[in-house]
């Protein structure tokens, strides 16, 4: 499965940052540490998915990994470290008097299952390309109810994209990569931004309607 005959010795240029540390670990200890990182990825891991990812595509570059292989423990570790945050959410549940319920409140339990079954495919798809987004969404596609294969397959279809899209790029870009990094970053900030001005302006609706609905209730 590993290719030594033809390694690639280059050196990689990369910068003196937390990102050059990261892909050294990876260099070092191969397709292993980036599966690890990617399962932990949902849960804080200070890697970001991206840059696993890219990780794997320069380790197939420089010889250390066929690149079908790279594709195959890429595509594990994110549905891995998906799948573990749906079943914690499958787990726990949303109870009425369950912990979550006691944080959040009965009323915003109810809204957020009302979200999900009419718009649960469409918040697993968006929640998997921002960093930050997946572990509450896919923990509540979870907890609300949505069946495993569902969850797969609408998952499942966005991480193809995600894993190709990225560990080709590191494939492609792996002399360079301190400038894909860096481009990649601004394209994060951009959509992250793009993605709250989204989010504030659903709530606002949501919470402009609930309040027209309970000022009628009130006066009839």
């Given at each position: 499965m590993y290719s030594h005959h033809?390694?690639?010795?280059?050196?990689?240029?990369?910068?003196?940052?937390?990102?050059?540390?990261?892909?050294?670990?990876?260099?070092?200890?191969?397709?292993l540490a980036v599966f690890l990182a990617l399962i932990l990825t949902p849960f804080g891991f200070p890697i970001p998915e991206d840059l696993s990812l890219l990780g794997a595509g320069v380790?197939?570059?420089?010889?250390?990994?066929?690149?079908?292989?790279?594709l195959a423990v890429g595509y594990c570790g994110v549905i891995g470290g998906d799948l573990i945050a749906w079943y914690m959410g499958s787990r726990?549940?949303?109870?009425?008097?369950?912990?979550?319920?006691?944080?959040?409140?009965?009323?915003?339990?109810?809204?957020?299952s009302r979200f999900y079954r009419k718009y649960g495919a469409f918040a697993i798809v968006i929640a998997r390309q921002f960093p930050g987004m997946r572990l509450p969404a896919f923990f509540f596609a979870g907890a609300t109810g949505v069946k495993m294969r569902r969850f797969l397959a609408f998952d499942g279809s966005?991480?193809?994209?995600?894993?190709?899209?990225?560990?080709?790029?590191?494939y492609i870009f792996a002399d360079d990569l301190s400038n894909i990094?860096?481009?990649?970053?601004?394209?994060?900030?951009?959509?992250?931004?793009?993605?709250?001005?989204?989010?504030?302006?659903?709530?606002?609706?949501?919470?402009?309607?609930?309040?027209r609905h309970r000022s009628n209730t009130k006066s009839s």
């Open positions: 033809c390694t690639d010795t280059r050196p990689v240029r990369r910068d003196s940052t937390d990102r050059g540390s990261h892909l050294d670990t990876f260099l070092r200890y191969g397709l380790l197939s570059k420089m010889g250390h990994a066929d690149f079908k292989l790279a726990i549940g949303l109870h009425p008097t369950g912990l979550i319920a006691r944080l959040v409140g009965p009323d915003d339990i109810a809204w957020i966005a991480a193809c994209i995600t894993v190709g899209v990225f560990t080709s790029l590191g990094v860096a481009w990649l970053e601004r394209v994060r900030l951009v959509g992250t931004a793009a993605f709250i001005c989204t989010v504030g302006f659903i709530v606002w609706r949501i919470g402009r309607k609930r309040l």
